[in-house]
Structures are given as C-alpha cells and as structure tokens.
RNA sequence: GCCGGGAUGGCGGAAUCGGUAGACGCAGCGGAUUCAAAAUCCGCCGCUGGUAACAGUGUGGGGGUUCGAGUCCCCCUCCCGGCACCA
C-alpha cells in the first residue's frame, strides 16, 4: 500500500476502474428494487460553478448509498441546452449559439467526470437536438389540436431602439439593457398553455406529496392562489348601447362601501376616454411605460386619473366614477377593479393621493372605526360585520358574500366564482435559441399544426443573432413553407417555446432517451416516478410548478400512469461568496473575483495592485456580482474527493453555504489522516474484523465464530461504532443531513485514536471499525474508500456495515441533574433503572444535598434516560 | 408590495420529539518534533469576574407559556430566495 495519499493517482484510477466495468449503468430489467435519482440538469454556461457541485454531490451521495443498499440505481444526466445566455454570448463573440452550447457541454461533461460521480451516461440527453425536442414539438401539435394550447394577446417588454422583446432580467431600472431605452409595455400574439385549466389538481395534488419541503408546497398553494369570489357588472350606457364594466372581488362584503372603481390603462373604457382627452391619453401612454414584471408593477407608487365616466353600482344604483390605474394589469382577471378605500390597503392610499371618498361598511364590535387606524382593520379584524350597508348590516363576511351574490344574481349581474391566482402558462418567445413553436400561418387556414409525419421542425444552428429582433425572420428556408392543409403558400412560426417546456419533461425522457418511435415507451412507467429529485430552492414554484403540469399532461395523453413526477424533493440551498467591488466616478461598479482579492492588515486588497477594495456582503455566487469560485482549481489542488467532502460537511443541505478556502484545507487534512490511520493498520497485517452476527470471511481465518474476550476500551469503542452505524444511515437515508454524518465519523475516528493496545482482539476491532468507517464514507468520498476498502478487505465490494445490536447494550447511564431548571451535577444510575429509583438517586446525590438545605422539594420531575429536575 | 425562508462563539455549523447550548471542523493561542520552516502530533479555546474551585451571563430585539425554551405562542428588526421572458 502506497504510504502517502494521492488524490489525483486514486482518483484517476478508480474513474477508470468503474468506466471499464459500467458501474453506473443502470438496468432496465432488474430483479432489485429501483432507485431513480435525479438532479437538475445545469445549464451549459461554460463551466461548472460551486452550485452544481453541491447539487450533483448530494444527487451522488444518495444515489451511491442506494446502491450500497441494493437498489437497482439509475442517476442521469443532460444539458437544459436552449437559453438567452448562448444568444448574449453570440452578441458578444460572434459565435453561433449552438457551436457555444456544444463546446461548453463538452468541457462540463469532462468536469462532471473528474468529480467522479455515479451517473449512467448512456442516457445523457440535450435539449436543443432535434431527437429530443422532436417530441415536445409532437405533443404541442396534440395540445394544440385538443384545445390545452390556445392563442391569445400578451404584454410584453418592448425595447422601441433595438426593436425586440426583452426579458425582465434585460430591463434594468425601466430601460432596455443593451440601448438603454425606456421599455414599453406592448401586446402581441402568444400560445399559451391552459395550466389554469389543472389548477385545482395542482392544488389538491400537493396533499400527496409527503416527501416534499412544506415551505415549498405552501409556496406553491399560494402561487396557485384558489379564491371565491364574485364576479358582476357595473352597468352603464354609452352611445345609446347598454355596457357592463367587469370586475372580480374576494371582498364581494364589502360591496356597499365602493366608491370608485380604477381600470387599467389598456381597458377599452380608457381607450374610448382617452379618445377627446388628451392628458389622459398622456397618462395612459405614461402608464405604458415601464417592465411587466410583478415585481416593478407592485413597488411604484400608485397613480391614477380619472376618466371622466362613470358606472353604476348594481346594488345602490349611485354613481361610481371610473378611474384609469397604474397598478391594475389588463392580464389579471377582468382588467379592472371596484375600489372600496375603507377596507383595502391599496384602494386606501389611492383614495387618500386624490381625496376620493372613504365610506366604512365594515365594523368590529367594541372597536371605533378611524383612518389613522386604517391598519387595523385588515387580516382578521377585516372579517367583522357589515354596517352602513342597509339591508345588510349585521351580517359577518360569509353570509354577506351569500346574500350580496345572491341579489347580484337575481339582477343577472354576477355570480359566485372560484378564481386562481395562476394565470395560464404564456410560452412563445421572440428569440432564435429554442425549439420552434410547430404552427404553420395559413392565409387561408389559419394556424396549421406541422403534422407528425413532419416532424421535427428543425432549428437552423449556423445562425448568430445580433440582439435585434429574431434573426429565423431573416431566414427565408425557415420562415417559407407550404400549408399541410390546402398546400398554398404560407409562413413558418419564428417565435420558439419557454426553455421552461424542455425542463418540464425530461426527467420522463431518461428512462427511454433512445427511443424514436415516440415520445416515451413501456420504460417511463418502470422508472417513474422519479424517487428522489435534487435542485437549487430557486425552483420551487415555477420550474416544479410546470413539470408537475406536464406530468399530467403526459398522463392524459396515455404516457406516464402517475400523477406525480418526483416523490421525494430536497430543495438545496445557494452556494454564496464574498463580492468586492470598486466604484468609479459614474457610480458604475467593477466586481472582483473573490480568488484575485486577499487580506492585508484586515484590509481587502486586489492581490494585482495591493490597492483597497470596497466589501460588498456576501450573496449567491454570480456571473453579475463575480463572485464564483471555479470548483477546477480546487479539484486540481486537493482532488474531487476533498471538494465532495467539504461542500457537503460545511453546512446542511436545505441552508446556504457560505465559501471557505479554509475548510476546504480541513477536509483534505481528514482525508490523508484517514488513509494514514489505514496504512498503519494494514502494516501490521489485516485480520478479521471483530465477530458479528455476518462475520466477513477472511482467506486464513476460516469462519471465526467464537466470541473473544474484549476489554472496556476497546467495548465503548464498538458501542460508538455501532451507535455510529445507526446514525450516519438515519443522517443519510432519513434527514438527508450529510454534515452530521461526516462529523460522526469524525468523532469515530478520533475515538479510534485513542483505542491503545496491539493484541489480537483490539486489532480485529479496530479492523472492524475502518472497514465500517471507510464503507459509510464511500458515498460521500467514493474514490478513496475504493482504494481503503481493497486494501482492508482485498478483492471485497464495498458494502454498508451492518448494525450489531448486542455492541449497543449499556448497563449503566448518566443523567444530568437540575435544580430550578439549572445544570447542576450527574448521576449514574442503572440503565433499567424505574422513575422511583432514579427519584431515590437524584434525591440522594451530593449535588441535590447542597441545594435542599434539608428541606423537602417542591417537585421532582424525572425524564427517564435524559435528567431530574429538582424544584425547591 | 406580496409569498416563502433565515438569524446560535472570531468563522462554518451541532443540539433529530420542549430536556447538558456550542458536537464536528476552521481560525487563534500554548507546547512537542525540527538546525529552521512546512507538515504532523498533544493541549487550551462563548463572554464577564476569579490563581482556581466556582459563580454569573449567553442562541437578532421585546414580551409570554412551562419545572425547564435555541426549539412553542405574540410583536418587532435585519438578511436572503421567488414574483410568471434568467435558468
């Protein structure tokens, strides 16, 4: 055995070893027990960062602990491959999107490799080739053709200079990144998914998922947001027609107290005002400007302008003046709200900016009502009786909604309704780099879906877009076509589909990624659902939002036969650094990389030029902010195993971790004393480890059965290694705590260190506890356990250690002993010591003496293998 | 703004069901080894007072429940994630 600990060689070798024997390949026709372990699949940037390494490790710890349990394991791996990113990186470079993504997938691949994880690479998949989006496209023509995709306006991010839809992440304080322009808000023609239409499956369907985080299914529940309310009509008359005004109310109690109501500035009622006046025409194209994002829209100060017009309220028959709002978006509901400033926050500071009338119609018994007070009267106080309402007065909120519902119905003016929050799933997107929308535009028919037979519409990859507009318009060979219909000329939809479509299935895809008959076969339901899913907390309602969507989808397609795609979910938390920055005279902020930046005299100084940089806090590691660390160089310097083990020791999965060089040097130090503690034994020959109920057979040593006498020591030693068994399966397999588990094998080996003595029975003990310690840390850090384990146990696999429950036995324990709740001594007692006894014991102890003064207690309280508690 | 989460030594974190706060690791300090250094090994290490034994105090802030609260309840502050076209 080689003395010292060589990352690099062991790593090199084991890789090796498992290429040539396909170890991770996982078998479609298993007599075991399926394990499917997914992580989320990256997006080709260029290199791996520090997020995918603590995703993929987790993703390898279980997948490997799986294995060594027996189970028939399957961990795939893919590239989410369309994306902005490669289009920017065109802009910026001049390269095709697709050569990029391509070169990138190859470098990360050779990471991914080099970290040694367990994936079966046979099954890896891109999404941007066309053997995979083939059969998105496929399913959208079925979609489409059944009514779930539909055509509908959308309001999108315009940048009027460079002529293109942005995203939101492109809107920098109002104005197009690249032209700085302000953005406009513009309507234009989008295929939307009608998710909406599954909302209430969504909801229902969160209820069977015990094996998910709750913050994230509550994060979820309320995203999907499933209200009743009321829907009905302010009627009015204009140009001699009867109109009605729309809106929707959760608060349909407080109907009476509604003294204006507040459309937003693409309603038809604001245009037609807008009409013969010009400062509202003004304040509406003002109203235009600016992003779509919730966000933005939720955070600026509330405006509005009245129209002029007004509506009537169906109940009372006054007048409600009709105002134009910033804040109401065309997108949600009916476009339009009834505005009650009495018991609404918003309606509040609205009425208050422009001296609308504030009319309370609800009251709290025993409570006044004031404006100061405004605050108070929301959440349950809220939910009071009606007052000021006439016939309603007295009524709590239910039973106001029935009746006011009621009434509204019998004038043919509203009714009840059960509203989401989820809107429906807009996918189209004005940009090269994604799988092509498969509509043909027909003069004549209309929108056409591509026929199967015609599939897949191939995206050309020698293209390089500019940042103006979507370059597939240019390309004539893609844009011109003939109707599948009546076969006259016609045009080729340019616009692609969400990126977020290609990652709500591919999961499902892995189980049959060669398969070019369809879009899944017999394999998706022997894999699914996915048992155990992995990914960052960013992704907790949109992306597992859509793929639970689309699970459903499938399944009512006759693909998949479960409800849900992933079982379990561990939510894994950011990976964050220090960022240092300098600012210039213009306020614009140059970012350095943690790795140029050091410490001198307890300034932060750029190694480069020993001048000061500003500290700018600590936050997840970014391209914007450049602080990420490149996991290569640490993976060049201490190997992948050290990389493993500090990412997953240096803090709980489901929390954030926070980047330390120092650590890293820490878990390298672990790992060459482990093999130091190995190599010392195995110099002094292996033996058999310690009898238990298996007993490992050992050429030489026969089937040693027969029980060796065993001193104290070297017992305590074996009751900690089996407590330790116990504990890292539980850390592993149930809280999914990688952190503890490694700091309990940890505390093993320090234990270990201790063991003194060279006979026989101590060397089989401490044989028994490196095997068993160096198989628990397999999972974590696989290469060198590989190397350990073949050199304790020679031409062995390395298998989990089982439990011997007789080393767990104790004959005697230790409780802590409290007085009025304060620590103040211990007592020994039996281990089946009764309550009495250990009453009797703790009464009578040295400690409890000094504190009782001869006095009888007050109370004893005994918490049997844990203290008493003395109160005098 | 809305929804979700977090805050524990100098630092990362542990305390799993309300029961020894600070496991494990990092940094630091002292010692051994060495010509010297690195590496390695041993010891100390929340704060205040005390030579010490020990006492007091301590889990973002304020209040409450309990024999007992980092953990449960109410209020507050700050930080982070998501907000539908970043992935």
Known sequence: MQEKYLPSEIERAAQAQWA????????????????????MFPYPSGKLHMGHVRNYTIGDVLARYHAMRGFNVMQPMGWDAFGLPAENA???????????????????????KALGFAIDWSRELATSKPGYYRWEQWLFTRLFE????????????????????????????????????????????????????????????????????????????????????????FPYTRDGKDEQLWVFTTRADTIMGVTFCAVAAEHPLATRAAQDNPALAAFINECKQGSVAEADMATMEKKGMDTGLTVTHPLTGEQVPVWVGNYVLMSYGEGAVMAVPAHDERDFGFAQKYGLPIKQVIGVEGETFSLDAWQEWYGDKARGRCVNSGKYDGLDYAAAVDAIAADLAAKGMGEKKTQFRLRDWGISRQRYWGCPIPIIHCDRCGDVPVPAEHLPVVLPEDVVPDGSGNPLNKRADFVNCACPQCGSAARRETDTMDTFVESSWYYARYACPDFDGGMLDARANQWLPVDQYIGGIEHAILHLLYARFFHKLMRDEGLVASDEPFVNLLTQGMVIADTYYRE??????????????????????????????????????????????????????????????????????????????????????????LWKTVYEHVQGGVVAAFPHPNPPPLAGEGANAEPKPINDAAKALRRQLHQTIQKVGDDIERRKQFNTAIAAVMELMNALARLDGDDDVTRSVRQETLEAA??????????????????????????????DESALVQDEIELMLQVNGKLRGQIRVAAAADKAAIEAAALASEAAQKYLEGKPPKKVVVVPGRLVNIVV
């Not at 190397?787 to 304790?792: D, N």
Request: glycine share 8%.
């Open 20 to 39: 040539a024997r396909q170890a991770y390949r996982a078998s479609d026709a298993s007599e075991r027990p399926k394990y499917y372990c997914l992580s």
């Open 90 to 112: 065109a802009i910026a470079n001049g390269v095709p999107p697709a050569a990029w993504t391509y070169a990138n997938i190859d470098h990360m691949r050779a990471q991914l």
């Open 146 to 233: 059944k009514g779930v995709i539909y055509k509908k306006m959308a309001t999108v991010n315009w940048d009027p200079v460079d002529a293109t839809v942005l995203a939101n992440e492109q809107v920098i304080d109002g104005r197009g990144w690249r032209s700085g322009a302000l953005v406009e808000k513009r309507d234009i023609p989008m295929y939307f998914f009608r998710i909406t239409q599954y909302a209430d499956e969504l909801l229902s369907g969160l209820d069977n998922l015990p094996g998910w985080p709750e913050r994230v299914k509550t994060m979820q529940a309320n995203w999907i947001g499933k209200s009743v309310g009321v829907r009905f009509a």
């Open 584 to 673: 210039a005279a213009d306020g614009k902020k140059t970012w350095f990389n943690p790795a140029d930046v050091e410490l001198r005299d307890g300034v932060a100084v750029l190694k480069s030029d020993g001048q000061p940089v500003t500290v700018g806090g600590t936050e997840k590691m970014s391209k914007s902010k450049n602080n990420g660390v490149d996991p290569q160089a640490l993976i060049d310097q201490y190997g992948a195993d050290t990389a493993r083990l500090f990412t997953m020791f240096a803090a709980p999965p489901e929390q954030s971790l926070e980047w330390s060089d120092a650590g890293v040097e820490g878990a390298h130090r672990f790992l060459k004393r």
């Open 774 to 803: 160096v198989a628990m840390l397999a999972p974590i850090v696989p290469h060198i356990a590989e190397a350990l384990y073949a050199e304790l146990r020679p031409g062995a696999a390395l298998a989990w250690p089982a439990v």
